[in-house]
């Protein structure tokens, strides 16, 4: 005799779906009636009262207390052992991806157990976050249901023998969707992530920062080339493994993407800061006297590069102001006309 670990839950339990007089409850009347309601095997039967009264027993909430004597000797007459096999034999789960869907929150049900939607007054708390296909290749329909469910009514699993690897496949199934949701969810929200491994030779083979005298910065307001040097240097190492991790996984963990955005920062302000003294170099070129201190040398393009950082103090000082004057109006309170 098989041991319990090579069968199925239904069988090792004896709660094989179908409606037998002894022990029917909620969950077994349920699913025996949801499943025969999407399976070919009773559409093939073209029995109008059979289906008028699945369709009452889904109206009655799948209380078979409630139906008609005369409705229940219906189901009865024809759900026996051989033809719940049938049935339950035309449903199954392949875990390729599409095979499970997030509903972003706990709101759906299982349409199998009735879990989140089983109680009359719509009143379940217990609600599924994930649910799984229940295919039907035999020209039926298929169902979205909860995991349990699928192993609990015996239904087969595509690479599973027996329950415990069902559970196994369900469980490994459900954690490859949810790594595959969180790359699409992220590369959604950073729509240019495919310029990451172009941003990174461009920022492992930068213009010098050198390329113009600490005077350039000073007049534009800003710290000197080592300054630049330094955050760039920070940003190398990670940056590198930030894009490596990228072409491997095509997305980013949260502290990755915060370097990359960091390096991309990084990277367009010295580009912009560079083509402004490059600009002033061109227009002022230097005093071709090598006697002369950069400041003389210089002294054009200098004095060039003060009036623009000048400017975009004050233009930054304007930018500022309007903005604290919109945050304090946002957090003043609406007054009752």
């Known amino acids: 005799m098989a041991s319990s670990s090579n069968k199925t839950f239904a069988v090792a339990n004896g709660k094989v779906g179908y409606l037998d007089r002894d022990g029917i409850g909620y969950r077994k009347t349920r699913a025996t009636a949801v499943l025969a309601a999407h399976s070919h095997t009773i559409a093939a039967k073209q029995d109008k009262s059979l289906n008028a009264v699945l369709a009452r027993l889904r109206t009655v909430n799948f209380d078979i207390a409630r139906l008609k004597p005369r409705e229940v000797e219906y189901i009865f007459a024809y759900f ?11 449903f199954s789960f392949s ?51 909860g995991s349990s469910c699928i192993w609990q009514h015996g239904l087969h699993v595509d690479g599973a023998a027996n329950m415990e690897e069902a559970k196994e496949v369900l469980r490994k199934s459900l954690q490859e969707h949810i790594r595959t949701w969180k790359v699409q969810d992220w ?14 030779q461009e920022f492992r083979h930068p ?8 005077e350039f910065y000073v007049a534009y307001g800003l710290p000197g080339s080592a300054d630049f040097y330094r955050r ?7 940056f590198r493994t930030a894009s490596k991790f990228y072409d491997r996984k095509r997305f980013l963990s949260d502290d990755k993407t915060v370097i990359w955005r960091d390096a991309v920062r990084v990277y367009g302000e010295n580009k912009s800061i560079l083509a402004i003294f490059r600009e002033a170099a ?7 006297d ?35 004057v919109k945050g304090k109006r946002k957090r003043s309170p609406s007054r009752l006309s």
């Open 187 to 200: 590369q959604l929200a950073n729509p240019d992530h495919a310029t990451i491994p172009d941003t990174w």
């Open 232 to 238: 760039y240097s920070v940003l190398y190492r990670p």
């Open 207 to 214: 213009v010098s920062m050198r390329a113009y005298p600490d």
């Open 80 to 90: 026996d052992g051989k033809v719940t096999d049938k049935i339950t034999g035309e």
């Open 282 to 288: 061109n227009r002022y070129p230097a005093i071709n």
């Open 95 to 145: 875990p390729g991806y599409g095979s499970i869907r997030d509903l972003k929150a706990a709101s759906g049900h299982c349409d199998l157990c009735g879990k989140g939607d089983s109680r009359d007054d719509g009143g379940n708390v217990d609600k599924l976050r994930y649910q799984f296909l229940l295919a039907n290749d035999a020209g039926g329909e298929s169902i979205w249901v």
């Open 290 to 324: 090598w006697r002369l201190s950069s400041d003389e040398r210089w002294a054009d393009a200098i004095k060039h590069l003060r009036g623009l950082g000048a400017k975009r103090k004050r233009e930054a000082d304007e930018a500022a102001k309007l903005a604290a």
